[in-house]
C-alpha cells in the first residue's frame, strides 16, 4: 500500500556529487510549479492511503518558499513532513537557525542532512554540521545520510571462505555513480542478478514525483505520467504484472529484463542495480513513457 510520497522538487542542485542517483547539477532544471504541487496534493486526497509526503531533489532549500508551502499544505491535511538537504545554506549556526525556525515552526515531522564526504570532503566543521546542531537547538525531528563511497571489503566469514570480495559502502550504482565510482570494483556474471534487492515493485510502498510528472518506483523507473494520467488514478490502477519493465524485474530481476528484451550486454556486473540501471538505459527509446526522465540517465 503506497503511504510515502517525496517530492524531488527540483532536479537543480548546488552540487554535482559522484553518487548521485538522479544526476542533479547547476544546471538540471525539472522544477515544480506551486499550481503543479497543488494539483498533486488534490490528488494525494484520492488515494487516500498517503501518510507521508517529503521534499527532496535536487536541493529542494533552493526553492525555499516553494518547500514552505508544500509543508504547509501537507501539514494542514494532516500528513507527517519531511525534507532531504544536504544543508548548503547552513553557513553559520546562527543562519542554519534562521532557514530552520520557520520549518520548525510549521511543524516539520523529519530533517534528513546528507553529512559525508561527497558533499563535504574537506571541511572541518561542515555546513551539514552546523545544520543539524541548529536543529537540535530548535528541537526538531531530525537524522543524517551519510553515504560512502562503495569500496571492497573483507566479506561475511561464509564469503571469505569462498574467497569472494563484497562491496562496502553504501552508494547505489546507478545514475551518475555507474559513470564515476566504479573502477575497481569486482564483478559478477550478468546472468547471477536475478531479482531486485531493494524495491518491492509489486507494492510500492513510496514514490518519488517530478516536475515532468514522472511517478519514479526507482530512479527513471515510472508508473507513468500524472501530467497525462491523473497520478490517483495511475496509482490505483497500478500492477507490475502489466508494466513492461517492472514484470521482468519481479519476476527474475535484472537478468531478465535483458532476457525478454533482447538487450546487449557485457558478461559481468557489480551489482543488481548497475545492470538494471544500464539495461533501462538500453531500453529507454522503447518505452519512453516508462523510463524517464532522460535526465536521469545521464541524457
Ligand atoms: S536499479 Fe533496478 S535493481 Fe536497483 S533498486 Fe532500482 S529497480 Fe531494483
Known amino acids: 500500500m503506497l503511504t510515502g510520497i517525496h517530492f524531488l522538487l527540483s532536479y537543480k542542485c548546488d552540487s554535482e556529487c559522484d553518487h548521485c542517483f538522479v544526476y542533479s547539477s547547476p544546471r538540471a532544471a525539472g522544477t515544480f510549479t506551486l499550481e503543479q504541487m ?64 520557520p520549518l520548525r515552526d510549521l511543524g516539520l515531522s523529519d ?47 561464509s564469503e571469505i571462505a569462498r574467497g569472494e570480495p563484497v562491496i562496502g559502502g553504501s552508494t547505489m550504482l546507478k545514475g551518475r555513480a555507474v559513470e564515476k565510482l566504479l573502477e575497481g570494483l569486482p564483478r559478477r556474471p550478468w ?3 536475478t531479482e531486485c534487492p531493494y524495491e518491492d515493485l509489486r507494492d510500492p510502498r513510496r514514490v518519488h514525483l517530478d516536475g515532468y510528472g514522472n511517478i519514479h518506483l526507482c530512479q527513471g523507473l515510472s508508473m507513468g505520467n500524472m501530467w497525462e494520467t491523473p497520478l490517483s488514478e495511475l496509482v490505483k490502477g497500478y500492477d507490475a504484472d502489466s508494466h513492461p519493465i517492472c514484470k521482468p524485474l519481479v ?43 532522460r535526465l536521469v540517465y545521464g541524457l
Open 191 to 193: 546472468d547471477e542478478f
Open 38 to 101: 497543488k494539483g498533486v496534493f488534490a490528488e494525494l486526497a484520492r488515494i487516500g492511503t498517503i501518510e507521508s509526503v517529503y521534499f527532496e531533489g535536487g536541493e529542494p532549500f533552493l526553492f525555499y518558499p516553494l518547500m514552505c508551502e508544500g509543508i504547509r499544505i501537507a501539514r494542514d491535511t494532516g500528513f507527517k513532513t519531511g525534507i532531504v538537504t544536504n544543508a548548503y545554506w547552513a553557513t553559520s549556526k546562527e543562519d542554519a537557525e534562521l532557514w530552520l525556525k
Open 111 to 157: 530533517l534528513s542532512i546528507s553529512d559525508d564526504a561527497f558533499h563535504y570532503e574537506n571541511e572541518k566543521v561542515s555546513p551539514a554540521k552546523r545544520a543539524l546542531a541548529a536543529a537540535v537547538k530548535l528541537g526538531m525531528g531530525y537524522g543524517s545520510i551519510c553515504i560512502d563511497r562503495p569500496t571492497v571489503e573483507m566479506g561475511a566469514d
Open 251 to 293: 519476476d527474475g530481476g535484472p537478468a531478465r529484463l535483458i532476457q525478454q528484451y533482447n538487450v546487449p550486454h557485457e558478461d559481468e556486473y557489480v551489482d543488481a542495480c548497475h545492470i538494471c540501471y544500464l539495461a533501462r538505459r538500453a531500453l529507454l527509446d522503447r518505452f519512453p513513457q516508462y523510463l524517464a526522465p
